[in-house]
Structure formats: structure tokens, C-alpha cells
């Protein structure tokens, strides 16, 4: 086997197509031809089959790509093609020097040669892996605070690397992936974000699948492997009470004009009488005739008119708000803003149904006012957490507050759907260009 010096120099070498199949030279020494692994763009290649080597008298060399249509180098690269030659020699001993047999300088030199070059490709790796400054602090085996192995792999799944305040990794925030409207018949993936167009509700995919049935998502059979982020059909529900609580302030209005009709016809029954006119005009302590009683007793009250029933006056009919006015049925005021039926059956008065906020109105519905800030509420949470279209990213919410983790915005710029994480803004939805270049970096990282 030839002698020649091992030199410091990085074990991997990375070229653009443009040479075509090669040569593709490589300035650090190797002792065999399979010494080396080679990749076109991210596929391993395989010696003599996809590749050749040369190797020159200092252990240098180059090797030629071998064009194999239906192999792996299927066609002549191109400049936008890489090709990549890394050291990558078996790391074993296979060679032991026998007890009082001869120790020959060349046989030595092999060895301590083969020695050198493991060092070089560990120490090559080691460059390509995620590492911490020599000048951090002590690690924590040492007595200081940096440990940088990673989180265990259920608590990173699905997670975002981060570092805690002493710069160690932890398991950071989901990001998802925003996938526009819900269909059937899609493959979603874990932290997949999209909108239900049935009802506008915002979910993000908790369990990967293809998804069937029909939305709304709520009703369909894969409901539980998606978690509401923004209730927006709540919002609606909201604003539907309200408008039912309005309709039934309308009606207590009714009520009240009803009973405006029966103190008129109280007065009626008053001018009908013609006999015993200033008793028909004045008398309250008891009828007139055998069976009726006094204008001035049904206008503002009298005996056996004064909370009898079937009765009541004028008067009573109009503002009477501390009872009833006939046993049975209370006056206009009272069904326009008394408060005798609040929490009752059925109950309630116009100006309840209208600005009560304090419990129900019915003891089972609330007031529109009571529906119109429940709606007003819901709307501001939904604004809070979705700070809609915006053409950069914001520093405070809609409301000018602070920004939470988990906000959300619409970059109208990059037309990207953007998370906050609680000091950054996050790309939500990833553009795939790109990902097979990055991707292929971050695989060799950990593969070699």
C-alpha cells in the first residue's frame, strides 16, 4: 500500500453539476477507492455501478460520474445539480501485529495513517452537527448549566426545537400548516390549520388522516383528531339570541298596548252609564247601580274596582308597578319597566328584555343587551387571537395590547398565514420551495 502524508484538511467536498460527469477532484488522501461515498444532488451512489475513482501517487484523486438512465445518475448533471464526495472509510482494525514479529515501518505507517483519517471524518461530522461555542459555560457533568441533549422523543414530536434561559434545547411550539378549506378525501397531517366553510370555524389537525363524510367538522366522524382554534359559529349563535331577545322585548311591548286598551274600555264603561250622573262621575266606595261603578272609580280607583278581579282602574291599569291590578294581570307600566315578573315563567318587562343583564329575564332567557355584549365579548376574543390581514407584523393586538402566544395573522406581503410564538412571528404555512435542498443539509446532518 503506498506512504504519503495524511494533511489537514476537511474530509468532503462539495461540487455544482456543471462539470458534467467529471472528474470531480478531491484534495485529501484515502488509502482504498471505496475510502469515499458519493451523492448526486440527495442519492447515495454506489462504487463502479454509478461512479469510478482515480487515485493519484499522493493519495489524492477524483472520480467520474457513470450516466445510467434508469439508475441513479440518470441523466449528465447540469449546474443546478450538486454532487458531493465525503470520506468515509470502514471504521475497524484489521490488521494486528504479532508478539516478536516484525514491526515494519510501512505496516505502521498504514495503520497510523488509517488512524488519522477516522479522526478527520468524526471530526468532519462533528462540523456539520448542531454544537455549542467552546467559550458557552461549563456543562452541567462539569458543575456549570449547559446540557444540550435534546428532549426526549415523545415530548419533540411534532415540535418546534427551542432553547430554555440557560440556551439548553427544549420542545418549542407547534406550528401548523395552513391548508385553506376542509375536503374529503385529503390526506392532513399533524398540526395542519384550516377553516370549516360551513360554519367559518378555525381547526388544526391533532391526528394525521384522510379525511371523509361531510363537514361541518363538529358533526363528522373524524371530529376528535381536530381541535377548534376559533369558535366563530359561537359568535353567530351570539348574535342570533340577541336578535331573539329582541323580538321578545317587541312582544312585552304588545302586552303593554294591550293593556292600555283595557283601561280605555274601563273608561268606556265609565261614560256609558246616564244615570245618577255625579255618581257616575265620582263615586268610589262601591257601585253605582247593581253592577257597575264611577268613571272617576275606573279612572283612578275605587271599592270593587281597586285590585278586584276581572277589575282595576284606569289608573292601576296604566302605572301600577307594586302588584297586580285585577289579581291576575299587571299593568302597562309594570310590562313596559316594572321588574314584579323578572325571573319568572314567561315573565319580564319590555325594558327588562331590552337592557337586563344581572340573570334571566324569564328564568330561562337573557335581554338583548345581555345577548349583545355576550356577541361583542365573543367577536373581541376572536379578533384578539385572529388579527386578520395585515401587510407586516404587528406589535401589539387589535386592541392595542400585548401580543399573546398562539395570535394569529394574514400576511397580505408574503400571503402566508403567520403564528406568534410568544417573541417572534412564525411562518404558519410553509412554501415548499426549497425544502429538498434544506432538507437534504438537515438529513445529512443527522444521517452522517
Not at 99 to 120: C, P, R, Y
Not at 187 to 207: F, K, P, Q
Not at 378 to 407: E, F, H, I, Q, R
Request: hydrophobic share 40%.
Amino acid at each position: 500500500m503506498a506512504d504519503y502524508n495524511i494533511n489537514a484538511v476537511t474530509r468532503r467536498v462539495v461540487f455544482t453539476g456543471s462539470a458534467g460527469t467529471g472528474p470531480y477532484a478531491f484534495s485529501f488522501e484515502i488509502l482504498n477507492n471505496t475510502d469515499i461515498v458519493a451523492y448526486f444532488n440527495a442519492t447515495k451512489l454506489s462504487l463502479t455501478t454509478d461512479f469510478t475513482v482515480t487515485i493519484n501517487a499522493n493519495g489524492t484523486g477524483s472520480i467520474t460520474l457513470v450516466v445510467n438512465s434508469s439508475g441513479n445518475v440518470p441523466q449528465t448533471p447540469v449546474t443546478a445539480d450538486q454532487v458531493v464526495i465525503v470520506g468515509s472509510r470502514d471504521i475497524e482494525r484489521v490488521t494486528d501485529f504479532v508478539t516478536a514479529g516484525d514491526l515494519l515501518a510501512s505496516s505502521l505507517n498504514e495503520q497510523l495513517d488509517a488512524l488519522t483519517i477516522f479522526d478527520q471524518q468524526v471530526a468532519e461530522e462533528n462540523a456539520r452537527a448542531i454544537r455549542a461555542p467552546a467559550f458557552d459555560p461549563a456543562l452541567v457533568e462539569d458543575g456549570g448549566v449547559v446540557n444540550m441533549t435534546l428532549p426526549t422523543k415523545d415530548s419533540r414530536a411534532g415540535k418546534t426545537l427551542a432553547f430554555d434561559t440557560s440556551g439548553n434545547p427544549v420542545a418549542g411550539e407547534d406550528i401548523g400548516n395552513w391548508r385553506g378549506d376542509w375536503a374529503a378525501s385529503t390526506a392532513y397531517g399533524i398540526r395542519d390549520i384550516l377553516r370549516d366553510a360551513t360554519n367559518y370555524n378555525i381547526y388544526r389537525c391533532n391526528t394525521a388522516h384522510t379525511s371523509s363524510g361531510s363537514a361541518p367538522i363538529s358533526g363528522n366522524a373524524d371530529a376528535a383528531k381536530w381541535d377548534l382554534v376559533i369558535d366563530a359559529s359561537y359568535a353567530a349563535t351570539q348574535a342570533t339570541n340577541a336578535a331573539t331577545s329582541a323580538t321578545a322585548s317587541a312582544t312585552s311591548a304588545t302586552a303593554a298596548a294591550t293593556s292600555a286598551t283595557a283601561s280605555a274600555t274601563s273608561a268606556t264603561a265609565s261614560a256609558a252609564s246616564e244615570t245618577n250622573a255625579n255618581d257616575w262621575a265620582v263615586k268610589v266606595n262601591g257601585i253605582v247601580d247593581s253592577s257597575d261603578y264611577s268613571s272617576k272609580a275606573w279612572a283612578i280607583g275605587g271599592t270593587g274596582v281597586t285590585d278586584a278581579s276581572g277589575a282595576g282602574p284606569a289608573k292601576d291599569w296604566a302605572t301600577e308597578t307594586t302588584g297586580q291590578v285585577d289579581g291576575t294581570e299587571y299593568s302597562a307600566k309594570e310590562y313596559a319597566i316594572g321588574a314584579q315578573r323578572r325571573g319568572q315563567a314567561n315573565g319580564g318587562s319590555a325594558k327588562d328584555w331590552a337592557t337586563y343583564t344581572s340573570g334571566t329575564v324569564d328564568n330561562a332567557g337573557y335581554s338583548a343587551k345581555y345577548w349583545a355584549e355576550q356577541a361583542a365579548a365573543s367577536a373581541d376574543n376572536v379578533d384578539d387571537l385572529y388579527l386578520g390581514p395585515k401587510s407586516s407584523d404587528p406589535t401589539v393586538d387589535n386592541d392595542g395590547d400585548a401580543l399573546t402566544v398562539g395570535d394569529l395573522y394574514f400576511n397580505t406581503g408574503d400571503n402566508v398565514l403567520k403564528v406568534y410564538d410568544g417573541s417572534a412571528w412564525n411562518a404558519a404555512a410553509i412554501s415548499t420551495a426549497g425544502v429538498a435542498t434544506a432538507g437534504f443539509s438537515i438529513a445529512m446532518s443527522i444521517a452522517l
